[in-house]
């Protein structure tokens, strides 16, 4: 039994809405096995993992999986339930896991549950899955020892986002708004495009860097802050042991020494009265320190935000009581016991340890018994990362010294801080500075990214949401840091449909970033090509500071392999569900096709608008699914068929849809109906012949419109569209000599068939040849649709094979095609060429005065450069004539194409 593969789900997925991963896990000689075959199984797992006898399993109750252990489960189904308990063992809180078979015997999809800040690289689960196998195979073996995964589990301690970070994180969810940890740093990025912000830890993208680099000095903020009459001890810097002896000998005992450019209380020394003392400091400080007189009173922090004090608190050093029977050493172990405190910052108290200087100063050792009651300092400083802990006194903070707070983060330009003073109270009213006299209370020190653990969990009083005080400053006016977003996925017809939708948002200077099968683009400018229609091209557009709205064209691939790359979109547009990618990632029907797409409708808000295809069963199916809750959502639908009864019903409410009515675009809202425009005159639509393209804009125009486009900035819009340029690829017609050439990247039988329907409307039959390649992913069969549909519309064909062969050999997918075609029309006329260049120059030989040359691509560009080395330009809307017929445009309506007679082509292409 071993783990195949493993691959993370960073969004919301078919599974559930939150990160997971799936794991392949091959079963091998335990294929078949239940667990009740081997004697004595269920016992001893239960001994190793006692944890397993709470988890709920189908029963819903605990108890359920030790009834399915006993009762005989596969080995797949143990191993996802150890590999739940085990994560619980670290204290990785998940709970969900689903074990399903990937489709061959002893082979198994493991989905198990991921915190959802971890870090999409983190090797974490795939060590905790591996530790599952080797338990389960042990216990099988006869062994009841459950793994040492104390190493494991201070890794995911150290990798989880620390309190500070976790406090922004909640606040940010709780305001609806969308907040990504950066791998496993306290980086976070909240918002999208224009209104994304940026936070580390309590630092924000607005804090000044200036500021932080006073703070960083303590020298410098000590002069910045007492030129400006604030309250802080006497003292100076010093590079020399000589120098920081000598201001000991000016102020006197007891005084601090520490790093001038120092954090977290790091190499602090209080009480020091002697040269001896002073230098040690000194050079364990790093030769570059502070010394300054050490202020009585008491230790306390205000966290000042956006000019406002949003919590205070007084630092209570490390310590143990006695009780006169336990060593300090011993004591430290119990305090250390206490489950909130860890190593560093990663939970909300630190683990104590006795610094000897501080030990000493007391006349103790780690081996001395302090009597009952007896406080021992553990630590000179009152830092939370020496072990410390904090009593919220934020409702007793005095105006003089709320005032004085303000002020001092105001003159250092900080828009966060932390305020460190010694004080005799904090409550007590602050005397003013008299210039003659030495300062008795004040300000110690100016935190520029202050720790939050402190006022996240006190010892003692209320805990305070600073991290709430942070968002609502980051995110006034309760803003949700979100831009508006579509969401587009179907079957044939996303790219199109994101590009038209992206053209009709980009109005009066609208910012718009775009994801589709070719490229990213911001503002209609392409920053990355490839394949972008999955969650790393979504948070490409939704984190661009540029972007004010974002489409998203989102593919299966990209659902399936990696999730969502967003939480919530205001639009999602359905534009159909037909055969294609069947056989890949576990999708054997259109079914199974159909609720991979809804997950997209699913992640529409509430109050969101789903634009769907009523001309497809398949999507109209959607809309009864529990998970879309569309009761929840606005329901627009778009349609070329006047036959649908759930349009009648939609209309009968008073609801929207867009359709295609006596050769017009229209509206429909209840029975009102406003013309848009007249589909012959739509940009690719080459008066009429396309009727999936018509489709196409119905759909874009429905996604604007749910943006809140206007009626007559969408109409205007759509007209300009030129689908030469911002459609390229996708039923291209370019002219060359007296022969026209069609792109497009057609690839399933749906869209091959609406193409070539569209060139016989344009060309009438038997007038094309093709440059056929089609993907070799693709199960037999669909490629078999594919060579069908080819061969019952053009008469020549050049067949090629894809440069990336996906898995097949070397012209396998063309000898498939060229069969299948063959056996379906005998006579055609089909050749095989060596690659795409053969293919074009041997169609564009093939093809007649006044035909066209369907060229179907891999990728675009080369194919564009040939034709353009070659002499072809681009015909833009004209199309020719027919056979006993003048020639016609797109400005010269087809309305006999449009009207109630048209074919309605639910499964239209690309």
Same mark, same amino acid.
């Given at each position: 039994m071993k783990i195949e593969s493993l691959r993370r789900l960073r969004g919301p997925n078919v599974y559930l809405s939150r990160p997971a991963v799936v794991a392949r896990l091959r079963l091998g000689r335990l294929t078949g096995v239940e667990t009740c075959d081997v004697t004595g199984f269920p016992e001893r797992l239960l001994r190793a993992l006692p944890g397993l006898a709470e988890h709920h399993c189908a029963a819903g109750a605990p108890g359920g999986f030790v009834s399915r252990l006993r009762g005989g489960t596969y080995f797949g189904h143990v191993t996802e339930h150890v590999s739940l308990e085990l994560s619980q063992v670290i204290g990785r809180d998940v709970s969900f896991g689903r074990t399903v078979s990937a489709g061959e015997p002893g082979c198994y999809d493991l989905i198990l549950e991921c915190p959802v800040d971890e870090s999409p690289g983190s090797d974490v689960p795939r060590e905790l899955l591996e530790a599952a196998v080797e338990l389960v195979l042990a216990v099988e073996q006869g062994g009841t020892a459950a793994p040492d995964l104390s190493e494991l589990a201070a890794r995911a301690e150290r990798e989880a986002a620390g309190p500070s970070t976790r406090s922004i994180i909640a606040a940010a969810r709780r305001r609806g708004i969308p907040v990504e940890r950066f791998d496993d740093l306290s980086l976070l990025r909240l918002g999208w495009g224009n209104r994304r912000r940026l936070a580390w830890a309590a630092m924000t993208d607005r804090t000044s860097g200036v500021g932080i680099d006073i703070a960083g000095d303590k020298q410098v903020t000590r002069r910045l802050l007492d030129e400006a009459g604030v309250p802080m001890p006497v003292g100076g810097a010093a590079r020399t042991a &000589?120098?920081?002896?000598?201001?000991?000998?000016?102020? +006197? /005992? @007891?005084?601090?020494?520490?790093?001038?450019?120092?954090?977290?209380?790091?190499?602090?020394?209080?009480?020091?009265?002697?040269? =001896?003392?002073?230098?040690?400091?000194?050079a364990e400080a790093g030769r570059d320190v502070i010394v300054e007189r050490q202020l009585g009173g008491r230790d306390y922090r205000v966290l000042v935000v956006a000019g406002e004090i949003v919590a205070a608190a007084e630092r209570i050093t490390a310590h143990v009581v006695g009780d006169g029977v336990s060593t300090i050493d011993v004591l430290i172990e119990k305090v250390n016991a206490d489950p909130r405190r860890g190593v560093g910052h990663s939970r909300v108290l630190t683990r104590v340890a006795a610094e000897p200087r501080t030990l000493r100063r007391q006349g103790l050792t780690g081996d001395s018994v302090p009597a009952e009651g007896v406080v021992v300092e553990l630590a000179a400083t009152g830092n939370l990362s020496t072990g410390a802990t904090s009593c919220d006194v934020t409702d007793q903070v005095h105006p003089d010294v709320a005032r004085l707070c303000l002020r001092v983060t105001a003159l250092l330009g900080l828009d966060i801080a932390g305020i460190d003073l010694r004080l005799p109270g904090i409550d007590e009213p602050l005397p003013p500075v008299d210039g003659g006299e030495e300062v008795t209370a004040g300000v110690i020190e100016v935190n520029a990214v202050p720790g939050l653990r402190m006022h996240l969990a006190p010892v003692r009083g209320r805990s305070r949401d600073v991290g709430d005080a942070i968002v609502r400053a980051m995110f006034p006016a309760g803003s949700d840091g979100r831009i508006p977003t579509v969401a587009v996925t179907g079957t044939n017809g996303k790219t199109t449909v994101a590009r038209m939708t992206a053209h009709l948002l980009a109005d009066n200077g609208l910012r718009v970033g775009l994801t589709t099968t070719d490229d990213v683009r911001v503002d209609g400018r392409v920053i990355y090509r490839a394949d972008a229609t999955g969650p790393l091209s979504a948070q490409m557009v939704l984190g661009d500071p540029g972007v004010q709205a974002a489409?998203? =064209?989102?593919?299966?691939?990209?659902?399936?392999?990696?999730?969502?790359?967003?939480? !919530?979109?205001?639009?999602?547009?359905?534009?159909?569900?037909?055969?294609?990618?069947?056989?890949?990632?576990?999708?054997?029907?259109?079914? &199974?096709?159909?609720?991979?797409?809804?997950?997209?409708?699913?992640?529409?808000?509430?109050?969101? $608008?789903?634009?769907?295809?009523? &001309?497809?069963?398949?999507?109209?199916?959607?809309v009864d699914r529990p998970r879309v809750r569309a009761d929840r959502k606005r329901i627009v639908w778009f349609s070329l068929d006047e036959g649908p009864p759930v349009l009648d019903e939609h209309l009968a409410k008073g609801a929207t849809a867009y359709l295609l009515r006596d050769g017009w675009v229209v509206q429909q809202t209840g029975a009102r109906r406003t013309p848009l425009m007249r589909a012959a005159e739509i940009p690719g639509a080459y008066g009429g012949a396309a009727p999936h393209v018509v489709a196409n804009a119905l759909a874009?125009? %429905?996604?604007?419109?749910?943006?809140?486009?206007?009626? =007559?900035?969408?109409?205007?819009?759509?007209?300009?569209?030129? @689908?030469?340029?911002?459609? %390229? +690829?996708? #039923?291209?017609?370019?002219?060359?000599?007296?022969? *026209?050439?069609?792109?497009?990247?057609?690839?399933?039988?749906?869209?091959?068939?609406? $193409?070539?329907?569209?060139?016989?409307?344009? !060309?009438?039959?038997?007038?094309?040849?093709?440059?056929?390649?089609?993907?070799?992913?693709?199960?037999?069969?669909?490629?078999?649709?594919?060579?069908?549909?080819?061969?019952?519309?053009?008469?020549? %064909?050049?067949?090629?094979?894809? /440069?990336?062969?996906? #898995?097949?050999?070397?012209?396998?997918?063309?000898?498939?095609?060229?069969?299948?075609?063959?056996?379906?029309? @005998?006579?055609?006329? %089909?050749?095989?060429?060596?690659? !795409?260049?053969?293919?074009?120059?041997?169609?564009?030989?093939?093809? #007649? @005065?006044? =035909?066209?040359?369907?060229?179907?691509?891999?990728?675009?560009?080369?194919?564009?450069?040939?034709?353009?080395?070659?002499?072809?330009?681009?015909? +833009?809307?004209?199309?020719?004539?027919?056979?006993?017929?003048?020639?016609?445009?797109?400005?010269?309506?087809? *309305?006999?194409?449009? +009207?109630?007679?048209?074919?309605?082509?639910? #499964?239209?292409?690309?």
């Open positions: &000589d120098e920081a002896v000598g201001w000991l000998d000016r102020l +006197g /005992g @007891p005084v601090v020494v520490k790093p001038r450019c120092g954090r977290q209380g790091e190499h602090v020394a209080l009480h020091l009265r002697t040269r =001896e003392e002073v230098e040690l400091a000194f489409v998203l =064209e989102t593919a299966r691939g990209g659902l399936l392999r990696r999730g969502l790359g967003y939480d !919530w979109s205001d639009v999602g547009v359905l534009t159909n569900i037909t055969a294609d990618h069947l056989g890949q990632d576990g999708l054997a029907t259109i079914e &199974d096709l159909a609720h991979v797409k809804a997950l997209v409708a699913e992640r529409v808000r509430d109050g969101g $608008t789903l634009v769907l295809n009523a &001309d497809d069963p398949w999507v109209r199916s959607l874009a125009i %429905a996604a604007a419109r749910a943006l809140g486009a206007g009626q =007559e900035a969408v109409c205007r819009r759509l007209a300009e569209f030129d @689908p030469a340029v911002d459609n %390229a +690829g996708r #039923g291209t017609l370019l002219r060359l000599g007296n022969v *026209s050439v069609f792109v497009d990247y057609a690839h399933n039988p749906a869209a091959l068939a609406a $193409t070539l329907r569209t060139l016989h409307r344009l !060309w009438g039959p038997d007038r094309c040849v093709a440059a056929v390649t089609l993907p070799g992913d693709r199960r037999d069969d669909l490629l078999a649709a594919c060579a069908q549909v080819i061969a019952d519309s053009v008469s020549r %064909a050049v067949l090629y094979d894809d /440069g990336d062969l996906r #898995g097949r050999t070397p012209g396998e997918v063309s000898s498939l095609v060229e069969r299948e075609m063959r056996a379906r029309r @005998p006579l055609l006329t %089909a050749v095989r060429a060596a690659g !795409w260049h053969d293919a074009v120059v041997e169609a564009l030989r093939l093809a #007649g @005065p006044g =035909e066209v040359v369907l060229v179907l691509y891999e990728k675009l560009a080369p194919v564009l450069g040939l034709l353009a080395e070659l002499g072809a330009v681009p015909a +833009g809307e004209a199309v020719p004539a027919l056979p006993g017929r003048g020639p016609r445009s797109s400005a010269s309506p087809r *309305s006999s194409l449009m +009207g109630n007679g048209h074919v309605p082509v639910p #499964g239209y292409h690309s």
